[in-house]
T-cell receptor, first 115, second 112 residues
Framework: AQSVTQLGSHVSVSEGALVLLRCNYS??????LFWYVQYPNQGLQLLLK????ATLVKGINGFEAEFKKSETSFHLTKPSAHMSDAAEYFC?????WGGGNKLTFGTGTQLKVEL | GAGVSQSPSNKVTEKGKDVELRCDPI?????LYWYRQSLGQGLEFLIY????????KSGLPSDRFSAERTGGSVSTLTIQRTQQEDSAVYLC??????????FGAGSRLTVL
């Protein structure tokens, strides 16, 4: 069975500071990893994904994440936070790529950006 | 349509009543998912439809929950004899490229 652990249900950073949201996964097979973002009163949208190949993946709005197999991690980072980044972020894992492979989500991390 | 559409956006019901939540996926998307989002619980997988295959119902929390997908398009999630613990936001998502989900805005269910 696959699972995702997001450390820190709430993270607060100052505008312009580094954003680091942590995600660790458990999977019995090579995982496919995702970050989704949910802005207030909106549906979730894909931020970035890792399937195969380059372990550093770039997403929208300046976010990136690095797949580290040895640490079973897929942390999300952004060099400089903006007020518009305030949202809830969900890490997700799938044990396959294709039909029949559902996503398992973490419990989410609420990011607050302060002036 | 342009996106995944869910209705109603908000539903308040009394304990013991049945509710139906509807999802219109993006046209042409073969996969459709239902998730439940509760405060502090993340997204809980409920059920998954892929084309004409038998749905994956492994996430349905009890036999009060059921879902169907008609004509490979619209899906309805039905909760019978609602309980207060059923209060949550129910999210629908559809997918063409497997694993890349497009979510609707959700249906917020409140059971009094």
């Amino acid at each position: 069975a696959q699972s995702v652990t997001q450390l820190g249900s709430h993270v607060s950073v100052s505008e312009g500071a580094l954003v680091l949201l942590r995600c660790n996964y458990s999977s019995s097979v090579p995982p496919y990893l995702f970050w989704y973002v949910q802005y207030p009163n909106q549906g979730l949208q894909l931020l970035l994904k890792y399937t195969t190949g380059a372990t550093l993946v770039k997403g929208i709005n300046g976010f990136e994440a690095e797949f580290k197999k040895s640490e079973t991690s897929f942390h999300l980072t952004k060099p400089s936070a903006h007020m518009s980044d305030a949202a809830e972020y969900f890490c997700a894992v799938s044990d396959g790529w294709g039909g029949g492979n559902k996503l398992t989500f973490g419990t989410g991390t609420q990011l607050k950006v302060e002036l | 349509g342009a996106g995944v559409s869910q209705s109603p956006s908000n539903k308040v019901t009394e304990k013991g009543k049945d509710v139906e939540l509807r999802c219109d996926p993006i046209s042409g998307h073969t996969a459709l998912y239902w998730y439940r989002q509760s405060l502090g619980q993340g997204l809980e997988f409920l059920i998954y439809f892929q084309g004409n295959s038998a749905p994956d119902k492994s996430g349905l929390p009890s036999d009060r929950f059921s879902a169907e997908r008609t004509g490979g398009s619209v899906s309805t999630l039905t909760i019978q004899r609602t309980q207060q613990e059923d209060s949550a936001v129910y999210l629908c998502a559809s997918s063409l490229a497997a694993n890349v989900l497009t979510f609707g805005a959700g249906s917020r269910l409140t059971v009094l």
